[in-house]
C-alpha cells in the first residue's frame, strides 16, 4: 500500500509555510494514478496559496511496483540507516527476485522508472551510457571534456525502418540534445554484464549510475 504524511513545506519565492502531501512509500500496482503523476511530473511540484509559485517538494520515499518487483529508494540527502536498508532488502529477499536500487532525485526515479517499464536491464543502460560516451569522445576530441560531463538520461526505445534505438537525451549548450544508440550496443552491453558476475550488484539498494560504472572501468 502507499503510505502518506503531511509536511510543512516553505514556498521557494514567499517564504510561507504550506501543509503538503508527503509520499512515504508509494506502490504504483495500488495507485497506478501515482506512476501517471510520476511520468508526467506533477507528483513532486506544489503549487503555493499565496504566490502560486510551482514548488519541487523534496523528500524521501520508496517507490514499490511489486508487479515488476521493483523498489526503489529516492534519498535526496544521504544515505538511508544500514540497519533499515538491511531490514527491508531481507523482507524482499523472501519475496523472490526484487531489484532494489536508490536513487538521488527525482530525475534519476522517473528514469530508472522509464528503463524498468521498457523491460531493459539499468546495468546495461548505464553500460551503454559509457560505451557511447567513450565513443563521442574518441570522434571528437576538442569536445571530450563536455561529453565527458554531460548526463545521459535514457529516453525510451524506438524502432525506425525495422532497427531498433535506446533514445538518450542530453543537455548541451542550454539545449536538450537526443542520441539515438543502436540497441546493438545495449545487447553488447548486456553480454558483458553477462561474463562479468563480479559487477552484478548484491541484493541491496545500489546506485547504479554513472560512478557504479566508472568505479569498475578504472
Ligand atoms: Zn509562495
Redesign the pocket.
Known sequence: MSITATALAP??????R?EITVYKSMNVAENPELKEKLRDGSLFIWE??????A?LARYETLYHDPEKKIMIWLMPAGELPESQMKAIANHTRAMGDYRLRMVKDVGELMEKILVFDAGLDDLAVEMCKYVTKMEMMSKNREAASGIASAVFHFHRVEEQDGVRYLVFIYPSDGRMMSLNVGFNVYEDSLGIIGRNPDIVPSDNFMKIDQDWILSFMK
Open positions: 514556498c521557494s519565492r514567499c517564504g510561507e504550506s503555493c496559496p499565496h504566490c502560486h509559485q514548488n
